[in-house]
């Protein structure tokens, strides 16, 4: 089993930062992949950015130059820094585990960028 707790969410204005944290705790050695997904009321959830072991990332294209996803492993821990915020990023913004043991959501946080 593999627990995750996100913070760092809130109100930014257009052009703000915000850093979100996803603190793991559980089977941390099981994990293969951690990354974030954003879901607005009526869409799917889609990926924003992953990080594997091996620290390969991969974001989405709406995402590239502006987010950077990054962890610590001495604290089990990864975050999403984003910058130069869009109100089209407005979501709830969700850490998601993939482990040997499964797969593993967060509860969430939501991220409102004001124009």
Not at 36 to 52: D, F, H, I
């Amino acid at each position: 089993q593999v627990q995750l707790v996100e913070s760092g969410g809130g109100l930014v204005q257009a052009g703000g930062s915000l850093r979100l944290s996803c603190a793991a705790s559980g089977s941390f050695f099981s994990i293969n992949l951690m990354g974030w997904y954003r879901q607005v009321p009526g869409n799917q959830r889609e990926l924003v950015a992953t990080m594997s072991i091996g620290g390969s990332t991969n974001y989405a294209d709406s995402v590239k130059g502006r987010f950077t996803i990054s962890r610590d492993n001495a604290k089990n821990t990864v975050y999403l820094q984003m910058n130069s915020l869009k109100p089209e990023d407005t979501a709830v913004y969700y850490c998601n585990a993939n482990s040997i043991l499964g797969n593993y959501w967060g509860q969430g946080t939501q991220v409102t960028v004001s124009s």
